[in-house]
């Protein structure tokens, strides 16, 4: 990549620069580097001349405007030439930065044509570049180790020419044109002055570029410094210099047009600073050095133009970068942890930190929010208290540098932390600073940064981390106030939710909810397992439209009368059937999709019914996944009269069956159909034998989420051993309970159950006596032996519930029947019916009575 001293090099036909800057102990301009085929000794030139003397090097500076000279006109009277090459010609410019005259650039032309117009042009912008770089601290001299101003100017040289850095400080007795005569103390002193300035900038910073503009056509010819510094790669340029004009911040277009456009362009010189926004997003300084060439009517024809990286020269320019973009980083936070991510991405890393903390101010107290590295041994042990979620109480107490800060509210600044108490004098032994973070008249929170190499702060530095901390310390209240108010709205709907999930028999079950990170409005989702019996489950799953209070409302009456309907004893269809008509009359907008199974636990067999909800997902046992195909009816609250078929799948011991919400699997960057297959895939590399670790794989995915999330998983065992059994329908008749005696008697001989005899048929006496004597209708008895249990139930067609009376007088002959039940029985209970009720008993027996 050709850099612009070779550009000026080859395409300007220039043989050899040099640069003058000015002794001013010595008066007299001295030189420090030279570029080109040979080095300046070789053509004639000095390497020191005094500011008085009558040399055209000296004429240039002290006019102040460039020297052309043709290889007759730089012959002296006495027949000695300035250049010795034959036909060399020689150009002289002035360095000068805001009227400050820092010395002369000096340019030998060997093609003995001389400089035309179009040259002169460019070196004379060559020339204002240079000076830039000599101002920006290039070295005067040759010693230095960062290059000089020609090597600055141009970001490097490469074979076309070398920096000599090996002039010596003595001088000639007599200088070529003047004739001046130096005694030999006057060339020492030159020789022993060295300025001090150094180049500080990095080869990135010192990239330039030159251009030519043909105004008539608006193309341009660019070289690719200069499309490097815009951000556009070489086989991406039109040649358009609107191409080039698009990247421009549109504040500093006007001044740009105002250069470039046929109608203003100028004979003279022009000069200019604006912006550029790269594709990257970054925002660059640049400076143009232009100027016009005329046609042979006078009127301007081209533009030459040289442009270079003024970061160097706006010292302040990255800063105002790093807060505009910390601005927009911090516009988009919502919670403390997000603040934490921007001041990182912002902060750290442009400002090289070798570590950040953040913490807020509770009572006192501060409590750490953020520690970059998150690597333990990159903090101090006291610092580790992070992973504890909270400082100590006497942080502050045990800190006084970090007290003290906090009590003045302002930005601290430490050239090393070597020194200060335990806990802050391993943070920045390079630098240290300690920000605190101020809201109104109170600080809310600290930020640490801590560098371990040598990291000087400057006046733009400083003046970056105090707008910093304002804007940090209004965001992490306001980040506060979100995560207290999300949180609030969190806890609000969990509290709809189920809080801990029933154990059932051959079955496995776990669920996940997650709100909604963006708004802070509650959402619809939930779900719920209902057991039915000692046979049967439910399991449920729901969205209910919208994010609001109405929403989460709608949410839990519906859970509850889906609830309510289910454990009567109602077929799942019906069950839909039943709170749909509940939420049209409702007075309300809102609808809500539903998922409804009932499983049978010893069969396996699971009625589906889907109210315009996804379908489940079933992996079986073999890691095969599939989507249950099962019919479906409109939402809930829609239609009044809509009907929801019931389809009716096996499930496979070692099943897991997948309930969720569309808020996992679709949303403002993911397709559904492409959720469903990562939750597909996901579900076959899991391990089935932990479901809730196969619950988080599936939720880890959902971490910036437009909609709440609902997640319900079943893992279906299967029973290992079934349960017996046997129904009777009791008579009303007068003897009926001998008879349901006699069923239950014969029954346990059946099963080998010997022991509690007395105590199960005591149960099935009282039971089926107040079944009759309470009750109008059907009576029936159901035994159930499940292992080691037997469960005597006897249902009837009165949905009253039995009520266990409180006390019963030694007078009063009925009442006691619940408390034998309750005497007799391991547990006891009553589950509503469809139009009745269920009272149940269990005894558990011993292991050999069974």
């Given at each position: 990549?050709?850099?612009?001293?070779?550009?000026?090099?080859?395409?300007?036909?220039?043989?050899?620069?040099?640069?003058?800057?000015?002794?001013?102990?010595?008066?007299?301009?001295?030189?420090?580097?030279?570029v080109?085929?040979?080095?300046?000794?070789?053509?004639?030139?000095?390497?020191?001349?005094?500011?008085?003397?009558?040399?055209?090097?000296?004429?240039?500076?002290?006019?102040?405007?460039?020297?052309?000279?043709?290889?007759?006109?730089?012959?002296?009277?006495?027949?000695?030439?300035?250049?010795?090459?034959?036909?060399?010609?020689?150009?002289?410019?002035?360095?000068?930065?805001?009227?400050?005259?820092?010395?002369?650039?000096?340019?030998?032309?060997?093609?003995?044509?001389?400089?035309?117009a179009?040259?002169?042009?460019?070196?004379?912008?060559?020339?204002?570049?240079?000076?830039?770089?000599?101002?920006?601290?290039?070295?005067?001299?040759?010693?230095?180790?960062?290059?000089?101003?020609?090597?600055?100017?141009?970001?490097?040289?490469?074979?076309?020419?070398?920096?000599?850095?090996?002039?010596?400080?003595?001088?000639?007795?007599?200088?070529?044109?003047?004739?001046?005569?130096?005694?030999?103390?006057?060339?020492?002193?030159?020789?022993?002055?060295?300025?001090?300035?150094?180049?500080?900038?990095?080869?990135?910073?010192?990239?330039?570029?030159?251009?030519?503009?043909?105004?008539?056509?608006?193309?341009?010819?660019?070289?690719?410094?200069?499309?490097?510094?815009?951000?556009?790669?070489?086989?991406?340029?039109?040649?358009?210099?609107?191409?080039?004009?698009?990247?421009?911040?549109?504040?500093?277009?006007?001044?740009?047009?105002?250069?470039?456009?046929?109608?203003?362009?100028?004979?003279?010189?022009?000069?200019?600073?604006?912006?550029?926004?790269?594709?990257?997003?970054?925002?660059?300084?640049?400076?143009?050095?232009?100027?016009?060439?005329?046609?042979p009517?006078?009127?301007?024809?081209?533009?030459?133009?040289?442009?270079?990286?003024?970061?160097?020269?706006?010292?302040?320019?990255?800063?105002?970068?790093?807060?505009?973009?910390?601005?927009?980083?911090?516009?988009?936070?919502?919670?403390?942890?997000?603040?934490?991510?921007?001041?990182?991405?912002?902060?750290?890393?442009?400002?090289?930190?070798?570590?950040?903390?953040?913490s807020?101010?509770?009572?006192?107290?501060?409590?750490?929010?953020?520690?970059?590295?998150?690597?333990p041994?990159a903090?101090?042990?006291?610092?580790?208290?992070?992973?504890?979620?909270?400082?100590?109480?006497?942080?502050?107490?045990?800190?006084?540098?970090?007290?003290?800060?906090?009590?003045?509210?302002?930005?601290?600044?430490?050239?090393?932390?070597?020194?200060?108490?335990?806990?802050?004098?391993?943070?920045?032994r390079?630098?240290?600073?300690?920000?605190?973070?101020?809201?109104?008249?109170?600080?809310?929170?600290?930020?640490?940064?801590?560098?371990?190499?040598?990291?000087?702060?400057?006046?733009?530095?400083?003046?970056?981390?105090?707008?910093?901390?304002?804007?940090?310390?209004?965001?992490?209240?306001?980040?506060?106030?979100?995560?207290?108010?999300?949180?609030?709205?969190a806890?609000?709907?969990?509290?709809?939710?189920?809080?801990?999930?029933?154990?059932?028999?051959?079955?496995?079950?776990?669920?996940?909810?997650?709100?909604?990170?963006?708004?802070?409005?509650?959402?619809?989702?939930?779900?719920?397992?209902?057991?039915?019996?000692?046979?049967?489950?439910?399991?449920?799953?729901?969205d209910?439209?919208?994010?609001?209070?109405?929403?989460?409302?709608?949410?839990?009456?519906?859970?509850?009368?889906?609830?309510?309907?289910?454990?009567?004893?109602?077929?799942?269809?019906?069950v839909?059937?039943?709170?749909?008509?509940?939420?049209?009359?409702?007075?309300?907008?809102?609808?809500?999709?539903?998922?409804?199974?009932?499983?049978?636990?010893?069969?396996?067999?699971?009625?589906?019914?889907?109210?315009?909800?996804?379908?489940?997902?079933?992996?079986?046992?073999?890691?095969?996944?599939?989507?249950?195909?099962?019919?479906?009816g409109?939402?809930?609250?829609?239609?009044?009269?809509?009907?929801?078929?019931?389809?009716?799948?096996p499930?496979?011991p070692?099943?897991?069956?997948?309930?969720?919400?569309?808020?996992?699997?679709e949303?403002?960057?993911?397709?559904?159909?492409?959720?469903?297959?990562?939750?597909?895939?996901?579900?076959?590399?899991?391990?089935?034998?932990?479901?809730?670790?196969?619950?988080?794989?599936?939720?880890?995915?959902a971490?910036?989420?437009?909609d709440?999330?609902?997640?319900?998983?079943?893992?279906?065992?299967?029973?290992?051993a079934?349960?017996?059994?046997?129904?009777?329908?009791?008579?009303?008749?007068?003897?009926?309970?001998?008879?349901?005696?006699?069923?239950?008697?014969?029954?346990?001989?059946?099963?080998?159950?010997?022991?509690?005899?007395?105590?199960?048929l005591?149960?099935?006496?009282?039971?089926?006596?107040?079944?009759?004597?309470?009750?109008?209708?059907?009576?029936?008895?159901?035994?159930?032996?499940?292992?080691?249990?037997?469960?005597?139930?006897?249902?009837d067609?009165?949905?009253?519930?039995?009520?266990?009376?409180?006390?019963?007088?030694?007078?009063?002959?009925?009442?006691?029947g619940?408390?034998?039940?309750?005497?007799?029985?391991?547990?006891?209970?009553?589950?509503?019916?469809?139009?009745?009720?269920?009272?149940?008993?269990?005894?558990?027996?011993?292991?050999?009575?069974?």
């Open positions: 990549m050709p850099t612009v001293t070779e550009q000026v090099l080859a395409s300007a036909g220039v043989a050899m620069l040099a640069v003058y800057v000015v002794d001013e102990e010595a008066h007299g301009l001295r030189l420090t580097e030279t080109g085929e040979s080095s300046g000794a070789a053509y004639g030139l000095w390497p020191w001349y005094p500011l008085s003397g009558g040399s055209p090097i000296a004429d240039a500076f002290r006019a102040g405007r460039p020297l052309w000279l043709s290889s007759e006109e730089i012959a002296a009277p006495d027949g000695d030439a300035i250049v010795s090459a034959a036909g060399a010609s020689l150009g002289a410019l002035p360095l000068d930065v805001d009227g400050r005259r820092l010395g002369c650039l000096v340019v030998v032309d060997c093609t003995g044509d001389g400089f035309d179009r040259r002169r042009g460019l070196l004379e912008l060559y020339a204002g570049q240079v000076a830039l770089r000599v101002e920006a601290g290039c070295p005067a001299s040759g010693g230095s180790e960062s290059g000089g101003a020609l090597a600055g100017a141009s970001a490097g040289l490469t074979e076309h020419g070398r920096v000599r850095r090996d002039l010596p400080s003595g001088l000639p007795g007599v200088a070529a044109a003047g004739g001046a005569v130096h005694d030999a103390d006057a060339n020492a002193a030159v020789g022993r002055r060295r300025p001090e300035k150094r180049l500080a900038s990095a080869a990135d910073d010192d990239r330039a570029g030159s251009f030519t503009l043909i105004l008539s056509t608006g193309r341009i010819q660019a070289d690719e410094h200069v499309l490097d510094l815009v951000g556009i790669a070489p086989d991406d340029f039109d040649g358009r210099v609107e191409t080039l004009l698009a990247r421009t911040v549109p504040e500093d277009l006007p001044a740009l047009m105002s250069v470039v456009e046929p109608g203003n362009a100028m004979p003279g010189g022009r000069e200019l600073e604006f912006r550029i926004r790269r594709s990257t997003g970054e925002l660059r300084w640049l400076r143009l050095r232009c100027r016009a060439l005329l046609d009517s006078g009127r301007p024809e081209r533009l030459l133009g040289v442009l270079v990286d003024a970061s160097h020269l706006r010292s302040s320019t990255d800063e105002v970068s790093m807060v505009q973009r910390l601005s927009a980083l911090l516009a988009t936070a919502l919670a403390v942890r997000d603040v934490g991510r921007s001041l990182v991405s912002a902060l750290r890393e442009p400002l090289g930190a070798d570590r950040l903390a953040l807020q101010l509770h009572a006192g107290r501060l409590v750490v929010t953020l520690l970059d590295p998150p690597e041994t903090w101090p042990e006291n610092w580790r208290s992070e992973w504890r979620l909270e400082r100590p109480d006497t942080l502050t107490g045990a800190l006084p540098t970090l007290t003290a800060a906090l009590r003045a509210g302002t930005t601290c600044l430490w050239a090393t932390s070597t020194g200060l108490e335990p806990g802050l004098d391993e943070l920045g390079g630098g240290l600073a300690i920000l605190p973070l101020p809201y109104g008249n109170r600080v809310v929170g600290l930020c640490l940064l801590g560098w371990d190499k040598p990291h000087p702060f400057g006046i733009e530095e400083r003046s970056l981390l105090t707008a910093t901390a304002g804007l940090v310390g209004q965001a992490l209240v306001r980040a506060r106030a979100f995560d207290a108010e999300h949180e609030l709205a806890m609000l709907q969990r509290s709809l939710l189920p809080r801990k999930l029933p154990s059932l028999p051959g079955c496995v079950t776990v669920a996940r909810y997650l709100p909604a990170t963006a708004g802070l409005a509650v959402g619809g989702d939930w779900y719920d397992v209902i057991p039915l019996s000692d046979r049967f489950v439910a399991l449920v799953i729901g209910v439209q919208g994010h609001s209070a109405e929403a989460a409302t709608v949410m839990g009456q519906i859970r509850t009368a889906i609830r309510a309907y289910a454990v009567e004893g109602h077929p799942p269809d019906v839909v059937s039943h709170t749909n008509r509940l939420l049209v009359g409702m007075e309300t907008d809102a609808f809500a999709t539903c998922c409804y199974v009932a499983l049978d636990t010893e069969e396996g067999d699971a009625w589906f019914v889907r109210a315009g909800h996804m379908l489940p997902v079933v992996r079986e046992p073999d890691g095969t996944t599939r989507e249950v195909e099962t019919e479906g409109p939402p809930l609250g829609v239609l009044p009269d809509a009907e929801f078929p019931l389809t009716m799948a499930l496979s070692g099943s897991v069956l997948t309930l969720l919400t569309d808020g996992l699997v949303s403002s960057k993911l397709l559904l159909e492409d959720g469903v297959r990562r939750v597909c895939e996901t579900l076959s590399a899991a391990d089935p034998s932990d479901v809730d670790r196969m619950a988080d794989e599936l939720i880890r995915g971490e910036a989420r437009d709440d999330v609902a997640l319900l998983l079943m893992r279906y065992d299967g029973l290992t079934r349960p017996r059994r046997a129904g009777w329908t009791v008579w009303r008749l007068p003897d009926a309970v001998m008879h349901a005696r006699r069923f239950t008697a014969r029954t346990m001989r059946a099963w080998q159950v010997t022991e509690e005899t007395d105590a199960i005591l149960i099935v006496s009282e039971l089926v006596t107040n079944a009759i004597a309470h009750t109008q209708g059907e009576v029936r008895l159901d035994l159930t032996l499940a292992g080691d249990r037997l469960r005597v139930a006897v249902s067609s009165s949905p009253r519930t039995p009520v266990k009376p409180a006390s019963v007088d030694w007078e009063v002959t009925g009442g006691r619940l408390l034998l039940v309750e005497a007799m029985s391991e547990a006891w209970g009553s589950v509503p019916l469809s139009g009745g009720k269920q009272v149940w008993g269990e005894v558990l027996l011993s292991p050999q009575g069974v």
